[in-house]
């Protein structure tokens, strides 16, 4: 059962971490509108706030496990109610490429993981939905926190790379691509409901 939890965290974390989100969307227009040099202290300000952010989340659940351990049975199911809209709305969206950077800085790519939303709700319901049901330690709590920091990172650094092979290859398949990252979301639920 723990090989399978841990199997479905694994795919939870790399849909989430590979959808598009705010900084994804970001990094992507950043480096077709200015290229790798220029762009790269955004690049590192997105990275950097990614993992001071999941840190953060960390220190909520254990506080959180530590004070109100029976909260965490609640987020649970909040976090399942968020993956099942998440699932939803990557189904139903379409592409949508924002065009309002205008500068690239270290700052504003670290600030803006502290105003994103998904990845606060991506590394609370991660650790809530697989991992506090078999470990609360905090350094436990941490430690996968990192690794979605890391996969967050990767997910980032595809964008990047991919730059606007990713953007003409997801406007093109987007339809096929979110209906299967949705149905993976679904499967996600399942383990959770099951632990």
């Known amino acids: 059962m723990l090989g399978y939890v841990l199997t479905n965290f694994i795919v939870y974390a790399i849909v989430n971490a590979f959808t598009p ?3 994804n969307i970001l990094a992507l227009n950043t480096v077709t509108n200015y290229g790798w040099k220029k ?5 590192f300000g997105i990275f950097t706030g990614y993992y001071v952010v999941q840190i953060i989340c960390a220190v909520f659940v254990y506080g959180v496990g530590t004070f109100l351990p029976n909260a965490l049975r609640v987020m649970k199911y909040i976090g399942v109610v968020y993956i099942l809209w ?12 924002s065009e309002e950077q205008r500068s690239a800085s270290f700052m504003k790519g670290f600030l803006l993981q502290f105003v994103n939303i998904k990845i606060y709700m991506f590394g609370i319901i991660a ?4 991992i506090t049901p078999y470990n609360k330690a905090l350094w436990t709590l941490i430690g996968f926190e990192l690794l979605i920091a890391t996969i967050g990172t990767i997910a980032t650094s595809t964008w990047i790379g991919a730059g606007l092979l990713i953007q003409k290859f997801y406007v093109k398949h987007y339809r096929i691509i979110n209906i299967i990252l949705a149905l993976t979301l679904l499967e996600c639920i399942w383990s959770m409901l099951r632990a």
């Open 127 to 130: 650790l809530t939905g697989f």
């Open 39 to 43: 762009g790269k202290p955004l690049f």
């Open 86 to 97: 998440l699932a939803i709305h990557i189904a139903i969206s379409k592409p949508e490429i």
């Open 21 to 23: 989100g705010p900084g």
